[in-house]
């Protein structure tokens, strides 16, 4: 199958956004673990979705996955495995830390930061490492794009699961893009366009 290259990938790195897929471990669907999300179905067939297109589109991959040694993603319990589907091909990047934000992982820090800065962020949890992700993004000048709808939340309190995501979402609006996984995936399958990027007119908000 033939591909077209986009020559401005060689002349600006920063064009080709890196998808960054953060701990889709069984920790988070083992349910009744203290961990499990209440709704994945849906986040993960948005995730299946990102990381198809992706690998159609020849997008740099990464995974994130905490591991530490306590009885939460504990790399000795089954746990800590990838949720099946999502285990990472040979050319795929891994990163591990014990910290919720991906940039606790000193090796995810320099691949982002000599690599354009420009990164699609998925995954799991949405209160947690993705938005401390896209903070710790934004402090560094670096570009994130949330995909929504490719992630879940935990309840807090009183505070319901979907409420505690939605209002996640548009605080990471703060701090780069919030779009949904289809935007994302219509974007950058335009004839030509590595970009992955908006126009700026969807910063803050949730497509």
Known sequence: MSSVIDLRAYVNPGVVQTLVLVDLQ????????????EE????????RA???HARAMGLPVAFAR????TP??????RFSRWIEGFEPHGVDMIFERNRPSCYASADFAEVMSGGGGSFVL????????????????????????????????HALDDIA????????SSVAGLYGDVITTRTWIARTSRKGSWRGLGDGSEHGRTA
């Open 72 to 77: 939460l993603f504990n790399k000795a319990s």
């Open 66 to 69: 905490w591991i530490d040694r």
């Open 122 to 153: 998925a995954g799991f949890a949405g209160e947690a490492a993705c938005l401390a992700t896209a903070i710790d993004a934004f402090h560094r000048g670096h570009t994130v794009t949330f995909l929504a709808d490719a992630s879940a939340s």
């Open 161 to 168: 699961a979907n409420d505690v995501h939605r209002v996640v």
């Open 50 to 52: 990102a990381l198809a």
């Open 26 to 37: 069984q920790e988070y669907v083992a349910a009744p673990r203290v961990l499990a999300l």
């Open 40 to 47: 994945t179905k849906s986040a993960l067939a948005n995730c």
